[in-house]
């Protein structure tokens, strides 16, 4: 039964119907034709308008062509697959990919589903998308050498070839009554020449030069075949050696075909063989139901690739290949890759990926852990290298008003102690930034050293710093700055070795000097007072100038006479000033008028 669906959705069936037809190609027309008539038990008549459906058998058309004539309408009607060339992909989606991948892109948000059988692999389509679906399925089967069939239910069969292969026999002449024939041996090619990776190359001659002559074909270059057999493979399978025949048959022994099934057909006249296709069939409804009325057949398809390797049982697995290079493509991103294989593991790989704001490349030898990359923005330039089994890792970052480099390593040992270090380098046009620091964290905890070094041309400064962090968490520092008039050192000590010159003043506190001899050759100018602690006992000397004041406080002084040395003008005060020791006083012409004690 056919049924009629018009634009508000009202359906009703088709009785009254005349010259009622279905043409189905290889991926080709799918078309309905029929003719129905005005009466009362024809409800669906009416219904026949321009866009409306027609359902039959699990299938619907849609009527787009239609003439109307004294209560008879003629209307021509497309399978609703074909509705999605009114479907729009405005995504790119280019790039290498699966034929899976593409084919779900495409029928995505369609409403149709996807029967994929046997077509498998990568391949590569620039700019795919941006189109029609119906364009895109035709540039896919291009590409992957396939086709696709129109099921029952809103499906769509991809294969390699459509149709079943029964090995059926049918010879020209005896079991086959031809209605029509055409034979073109405008693609016909007896000679072919294959050029292989290490330097192979094969010429293959088919047989029917004997009869044709030579005739040659474009050569095959496939770096992918090393070997002359396998090579020798490719070129019989992709050399058409024998003219194209079409025939259009009658349906004596060919009801129960399909399209696109295999079949083998003997042309006597040219004494061939040769395996044919049902290209086209035309169905008539007899008896509500469809039966074949005619047949189209004609050369099968030449074999591609993926035949070859199936029909001589050599395998070519897409994961086992040494190298394998690919480019992915959407609207925002192509990405470009380069990858080596040992067996299915990937040893290493090359990547671009290119974006409106962004290029980022990266290397990495996987079996060797080391990788780089770098990363080109409108403002940064970013590049790291690691090696990630060390613990190796450097990178420079490059902006318009800066370069930074960074070094840094960290290594894990056996008793689960931790070592990092860590340096970087950072470049303005004013300013100069070093920084070193090495941490260890073990049982005890960690302990961190770094050094800075920053040179500062805008603020005419240069500075250093030095600290350690032990296990306590103490922290101890010592700084330089420098600037045009200053210097300043901070540290918990400062050690002076060598000789030491001090060409201007010294001020300021300069708390405790501790050291052991003090030799100043020239004067030793004091403001206020020298106080001599315990330390000036025993063999200690001192000799006093002229106008030098000694305050003891408290303690007692003994001041030992030194041989050719005089005490001129001292004064001394305090408590008492003892001269018990000393054995006798030259007092010269300055003896005092009176000597007691």
Not at 199 to 217: L, M
Not at 457 to 467: D, P
């Amino acid at each position: 039964m056919l049924y009629v669906t018009d634009l508000n959705g009202n359906t009703e069936p088709l009785n009254h119907i005349q010259r009622v037809e279905i043409n189905e190609e290889v991926n080709g027309a799918f078309t309905l034709a029929l003719t129905s008539f005005f009466h009362d038990n024809n409800p669906g008549h009416a219904l026949i308008e321009e866009e409306s459906i027609i359902s039959v058998e699990d299938h619907d058309y849609r009527i787009k062509q239609l003439k109307e004539n004294k209560g008879r309408k003629e209307a021509v009607a497309i399978h609703t697959f074909f509705d999605v060339a009114g479907t729009w992909k405005h995504e790119i989606f280019g790039g290498t990919r699966s034929f899976n991948d593409f084919a779900n892109f495409v029928f995505s948000g369609t409403g149709w589903t996807v029967d994929i059988q046997g077509v498998s692999g990568m391949a590569f389509i620039a700019n795919f998308g941006n189109d029609n679906v119906i364009k895109l399925v035709n540039i896919l089967c291009g590409v992957y050498e396939c086709e696709y069939r129109i099921l029952p239910g809103k499906k769509i069969q991809f294969a390699k070839q459509v149709g079943p292969d029964n090995d059926v026999q049918y010879r020209y002449g005896h079991n086959v009554k031809a209605l029509s024939k055409s034979v073109d041996t405008t693609n016909l090619r007896t000679r072919i020449k294959g050029y292989g990776g290490d330097g192979v190359e094969v010429t293959y001659t088919s047989d029917a030069a004997r009869k044709y002559g030579i005739i040659d074909a474009e050569p095959i270059y496939d770096e992918e075949y090393a070997t002359a057999d396998l090579m020798s493979e490719r070129l019989v399978r992709e050399l058409t050696d024998y003219p194209e025949v079409i025939f259009d048959l009658d349906v004596a022994e060919l009801l129960d075909k399909e399209i696109g099934e295999r079949i083998w057909l003997i042309y006597e006249p040219m004494n061939i063989e040769f395996q044919t296709r049902i290209l086209a069939k035309k169905s008539v409804w007899r008896k509500d139901k469809f039966v074949t009325e005619s047949i189209t057949i004609g050369n099968a398809k030449r074999k591609t690739l993926s035949d070859i390797l199936a029909s001589t049982n050599i395998q070519i697995d897409e994961n086992a290949r040494q190298t394998r290079s690919r480019i992915e493509q959407t609207n925002d991103r192509i990405t470009l890759a380069v990858e080596e294989f040992a067996g299915e593991i990937l040893k290493a790989y090359a990547k671009i990926e290119l974006t409106a704001r962004e290029i980022r490349m990266e290397v990495a030898d996987l079996e060797s852990d080391l990788r780089s990359s770098i990363s080109i923005t409108a403002s940064q330039i970013r590049s790291e290298v690691a090696d990630v089994k060390s613990g190796l890792q450097s990178s420079i970052t490059q902006t318009a008003g800066q370069i930074r480099s960074e070094v840094s390593s960290e290594v894990t040992r056996v008793d689960g102690r931790i070592d990092t270090a860590n340096s970087s380098i950072t470049q303005l046009s004013d300013r100069i930034n070093l920084k070193a620091e090495s941490s260890t964290v073990d049982s005890l905890g960690s302990r961190v050293n770094s050094v800075e070094f920053n040179l500062d041309a805008a603020n005419a400064q240069i500075s250093q710093k030095v600290s350690q962090s032990d296990y306590n968490g103490n922290t101890i520092t010592s700084l330089i700055n420098q600037t045009s008039t200053t210097i300043d050192i901070q540290a918990s000590k400062i050690n002076l070795v060598g000789a030491v010159n001090v060409l201007s003043d010294i001020s300021g506190n300069l708390g405790t000097i501790t050291s052991g001899n003090i030799n100043i050759s020239q004067d030793l100018f004091v403001g206020n007072n020298i106080r001599l602690g315990r330390y000036l006992t025993g063999t200690k000397r001192m000799t006093l100038a002229d106008g030098v004041a000694i305050s003891s406080d408290g303690w007692s002084m003994s001041l030992t006479a030194v041989s050719g040395v005089g005490i001129e003008n001292a004064v001394f005060t305090g408590t008492s000033v003892s001269f018990a020791s000393i054995n006798s006083i030259n007092w010269g012409s300055n003896r005092p008028t009176a000597v007691w004690g």
